[in-house]
């Protein structure tokens, strides 16, 4: 396997909305970097990485957790243009395993032709993909799509996409016999028939798409790694874990599987208080209900006792009953709410960060802001809006030296979160084969 390069060895650094002392949890994964990083050596040279991820994280100060881990993510274009270089090189490591002989890329979209800042994501990530030294051509999965289509983007660049023609058991476009098949759609309409069986690379694997998988599973993974983690720095995982529980027979609009849902969230919130009871925090449990399988932030609620769940109106239980490509949600996840303290602006809005990696690099990240929405609401909703997180100054290594609010420092934390949430990604993959 390619080593890493010696300018991939640690998360980039950036600045954070956070100022002030480093936090006890901050400080205390700061403290213990050396042995973080040869842990993750470890790890992911036994379960090597995804091609790329992006995890969403919750910064409430005494608890640092991923709510969710992309593994088709949608948001290269929010990345500053400063990370372009750490992305290219990991870009480079990634591929090379993936495909060591050849550099032909078949970049696999969504669906969507009208959604323009999805698009700018696609031209940001082929930007990427060819600038790491690889031939990248389009192809559409449009049902409609007879012939090549052009679509000017306002950034003023251009995508041109095509249709997929299948030649036996490998798949490409006109002219065009790519080595392996990048996806950039989360496959959330299904398995498409013309990738099925192919004897070319598909990554990250269709398995891995919301067809199939489920968040459950997913932060089973990551409870292990974060106990793993605890372990190794004599760390409480309770720190850097959401608690969870999973409902699998559910139907808003039947109000079918509501005890098993109100069930749940009442074990769930009480093992949450034992918590801040145990930890001496003052503030009031919640937990987020969301679709076990699918994102855009749709199909998502907070609820802070029972009663929010058994108390749903119709147009509440209408909103839940349905995720992305109006697909029923059947299962879902009760996941801890985590605060998010995070402010951008003024005024102040709440923020989240969100982590960007290619292989097992962390190679930048932005913030999800949203003005109308509070520290224990879901921000994934329309109105958000995006802030890049900056680059500060061109170094590679926390610096316990320094200040302790110093960027560095500050936003090591994120990354050690986010790298833990790709190895739990890594194993759910191993999973599948």
Known sequence: ?????????????????????????????????????????????????????????????????????????????????????????????????????????????????????????????????????????????????????????????????????????????????????????????????????????????????????RKSVHFGHYRDVAREFGARIDLDPWFIDPYFRQCGQVDFLAREGEQCLAGNVEVLLESIRRKYREYGIDREPFVIIKADAGSYGMGVMTARSVDDVRDLNRKERKRMAASKDSRAVREVIIQEGVYTFETVGDPPAVAEPVVYMIDQHVVGGFYRVHTERGPDENLNAPGMHFEPLAFVEPCNTPDCAKAPDAAPNRFYAYGVVARLALLAAAREMAAHG
Request: charged residues 15%; neutral net charge; proline residues 8%.
């Open 1 to 213: 396997m390619t080593e890493p390069s010696p300018a991939l060895s640690t998360v980039p650094h950036l600045t954070t909305a956070l100022t002030g002392p480093l936090l006890r949890l901050e400080t205390q994964l700061l403290q213990a970097q050396v042995a973080i990083e040869g842990w993750f050596r470890e790890q992911f040279r036994a379960t090597p990485a995804p091609v790329y991820c992006s995890v969403d994280l919750r910064n409430a100060g005494f608890k640092l957790a991923p709510v969710d881990t992309n593994l088709f993510p949608a948001g290269f274009n929010n990345l500053g243009e400063r990370f372009l270089p750490l992305c290219v090189q990991a870009m480079q490591v990634a591929l090379e395993r993936v495909c060591p002989r050849s550099s032909r890329v078949l970049l696999v979209p969504e669906s969507h032709t009208r959604n323009l800042f999805y698009l700018e994501n696609v031209a940001a990530l082929r930007r990427i993909v060819e600038a790491a030294g690889y031939a990248v051509r389009i192809g559409s999965l449009l049902a409609d799509l007879a012939e090549p289509q052009t679509v000017k983007l306002p950034s003023g660049a251009s995508l041109l996409l095509e249709p997929i023609q299948r030649h036996g058991n490998r798949v490409g476009v006109a002219g065009f016999d790519p080595c392996f098949v990048l996806l950039n759609n989360d496959l959330s309409a299904g398995r498409p028939a013309i990738l099925e069986g192919i004897e070319q690379t598909i990554v990250p694997p269709m398995a891995l798409g919301w067809s199939s998988r």
